[in-house]
């Protein structure tokens, strides 16, 4: 076992194995898919904006992951439109983040709301007019990036490998749709 997989802690597995999951069938449990993205969104959030406390982190990300759950269930449409939403946000929050400084942009933070905006309109968007596809897009980005964030890798591998995982996940889910619209003709 690599070292890196010793020093997890539970709950580092246990977002490990949610995001594997969404990897894998997160579109066909679309429940689970904005579940998972719930959870990881809150998880994060918590990191960034309230404390650094696991067990702070791990009650938001389950908080915001039951929400997005029921929220899926009870109306499919609204959670997806309100998954397309945060996807774009926080995906275009990160992107402002990870890459400001090497824009020059002197406080990354003041872009950060404009930014998070700004994705969540076209997120909102996009997933009203592509339904499937945001469900396949936001497991994939959800369980990549649940399975690299709790894994210390010096850089570039932690982006290389959620690449990775994200294409690998795209074209599994991908080609069981496929596999499964053959079968109903």
Do not use: N
């Amino acid at each position: 076992m690599p070292d890196f997989l010793l020093h997890l802690s539970p709950v580092d597995w246990l977002q490990l194995g949610l995001g594997l999951v969404l990897l894998v069938v997160g579109r066909r449990l679309y429940w689970l898919a904005v579940a998972g993205l719930g959870f990881a969104v809150g998880f994060y959030l918590a990191d960034q904006l309230f404390t650094s406390s696991v067990e702070m982190r791990l009650l938001v990300g389950v908080a915001a992951g039951v929400a997005g759950g029921f929220l899926a269930l009870a109306a499919q449409r609204l959670a997806v439109g309100a998954a397309g939403f945060v996807l774009g946000a926080w995906g275009l929050a990160v992107l402002v983040q990870r890459f400001g400084a090497d824009l020059g942009l002197v406080q990354v933070e003041l872009w950060m709301l404009p930014a998070a905006a700004f994705g969540g309109f076209l997120g909102l968007v996009f997933s009203s007019r592509v339904f499937d596809a945001v469900l396949l897009l936001a497991a994939a980005l959800a369980g990549a990036t649940l399975v690299v964030s709790p894994l210390e890798l010096t850089p570039p591998w932690p982006t290389w490998i959620w690449l990775g995982l994200v294409v690998a996940s795209l074209a599994v889910q991908a080609g069981t749709r496929r596999r499964k619209a053959k079968l109903d003709d």
